[in-house]
């Protein structure tokens, strides 16, 4: 079946530092793009979400980047903080399964001081 | 705004018994819920999607008669594990929608069946 997938489990990265984190779909189909953080023990939390029809889009200290060709979604953290420390997810939805989120499998980002 | 509440936060009950989990909009409603199980250092899986004062739609693989769900309003839904087993074990997270894209996700339910 479709499904959206992360290159990498683990990222560690020096505090100040920028992180890159990768995620692949294969639902061509997909629309909607949204990147989640999720601390230990805690709900998903929105960070920043994009659409098809752009292939960047910034926010405070984020940057999501959306390659349609390669079916490629990658969320940017400049001067990466320990609270940032935490696992990230990719999800994609489209209106052809009624918004449904399709999660990735996550990447663990720790930030070293 | 869009502040999703679950309750309870953590259970732990004893093997056979029933469970059960609400998901509360607190200030929109929520015409769309959706349920997920994660295991630990694992993805969020989606069980199922329910629409208020309609059946709710099971993923493949999930028991609908194992795992009850109730979208009564349109800010409460709830999800009742039925006779719990230990593999049953899981963090429970739901979200809710208002009819476009966005899903706003509640804090977790943490499930420990003995």
């Known amino acids: 079946g479709e499904s959206v997938g992360l290159h990498l489990p683990t990222l560690s990265v020096q505090e100040g530092d920028n992180s890159i984190i990768n995620c692949a779909y294969s639902n061509s189909a997909s629309d909607y793009f949204i990147w989640y953080k999720q601390e230990s023990g805690k709900g998903p939390q929105f960070i920043i979400d994009?659409?098809?029809?752009?292939d960047k889009r910034q926010g405070q200290r984020v940057t999501v980047l959306l390659n349609k060709t390669v079916k490629h979604l990658s969320l940017q953290i400049a001067a990466t903080q320990p609270g940032d420390s935490a696992v990230y997810f990719c999800?994609?939805?489209?209106?052809?399964?009624?918004?449904?989120?399709?999660f990735g499998s996550g990447t663990q980002l720790t930030v070293l001081p | 705004g869009a502040v999703v509440s679950q309750h309870p936060s953590w259970v732990i009950c004893k093997s056979g018994t029933s469970v059960k989990i609400e998901c509360r909009s607190l200030d929109f409603q929520a015409t769309t819920m959706f349920w997920y199980r994660q295991f630990p250092k694992q993805s969020l899986m989606l069980m199922a999607t329910?629409?208020?004062?309609?059946?709710?739609?099971?993923e493949q693989g999930v028991e609908k008669d194992k795992f009850l769900i109730n979208h009564a309003s349109l800010t409460l839904s709830t999800l009742t594990v039925t006779s719990a087993h230990p593999e049953d074990s899981s963090f429970y997270i739901c979200?809710?929608?208002?009819?476009?894209?966005?899903?706003?996700f509640g804090p977790g339910t943490r499930l420990l069946v003995l």
């Open positions: 999800a994609e939805s489209n209106r052809g399964s009624a918004r449904q989120l399709t």
């Open positions: 979200s809710a929608g208002s009819g476009g894209e966005t899903q706003y």
């Open positions: 994009i659409r098809s029809n752009m």
């Open positions: 329910s629409n208020e004062g309609s059946k709710a739609t099971y």
